[in-house]
Structure formats: structure tokens, C-alpha cells
């Protein structure tokens, strides 16, 4: 049974900085891709950022050269380091784990 938990969200201000996790319960945490979406209220949900198995990274143009998406394959655990925040960037967070595990989602608030 597959478990993706997602944590580190919180409340930052504009310009700041948040670093998202993403645990994962799986033997072969190696071999899929992880992506991180986020949905905003009213808002469908948009992927943001993605890295694969060999570790090639895509981003949405809204978050480039701001977010940035890694993985430890070691820990099973992905992250989403958040920098220069906007307040568009508020939303609920969520880690997919290949193409149909996900996360409960954290709660990224930024606002000043």
C-alpha cells in the first residue's frame, strides 16, 4: 500500500520562503516520477512542477526560476523549495507519486 504525505506548508509573506516535503511509503520511491500540484479555491488544480526517475526537471512558467523540485531516493522523500513567493502562489499543495499516488495536500498561505 502506497502512502504520499506532504508537509512543510504554512504561512509566509510575500518574498518569502517555504520548503515543501513529500514522504513516501513505497519500496521502489526510486523508479517513479514526483510531481507537485497545487489548487487554489475555485481554482483547477495545476501542475507545478515535476521531477523523473533520472531526475529531469520541468516547472510551470509561473513558478520558474523561483520553485525549485528535488528528490532523495534515499529518504523516499521529495521536495519543493518555494522561493520569492507571491500571494498567487497561495494554494493547497499537493505530491503525486507516479501517475495516480497522491498526497492530502498542505496548505500554502502567502499573504502579508
Known amino acids: 500500500q502506497v502512502r504520499v504525505v506532504e508537509s512543510g506548508g504554512g504561512l509566509v509573506q510575500p518574498g518569502g520562503s517555504l520548503r515543501l516535503s513529500c514522504a513516501a511509503s513505497?519500496?521502489?520511491?526510486?523508479?517513479?516520477?514526483m510531481s507537485w500540484y497545487r489548487q487554489a479555491p475555485g481554482k483547477q488544480r495545476e501542475l507545478v512542477a515535476i521531477?523523473?526517475?533520472?531526475?529531469?526537471?520541468n516547472y510551470a512558467d509561473s513558478v520558474k526560476g523561483r520553485f525549485t523540485i528535488s528528490r532523495d531516493n534515499a529518504k523516499n522523500t521529495g521536495y519543493l523549495r518555494m522561493d520569492s513567493l507571491k500571494p498567487e502562489d497561495t494554494a493547497v499543495y499537493y505530491c503525486?507519486?507516479?501517475?495516480?499516488?497522491w498526497g492530502q495536500g498542505t496548505q500554502v498561505t502567502v499573504s502579508s
Open positions: 521531477i523523473t526517475s533520472s531526475a529531469t526537471t
Open positions: 513505497v519500496s521502489d520511491f526510486s523508479r517513479y516520477a
Open positions: 503525486r507519486l507516479g501517475a495516480v499516488f
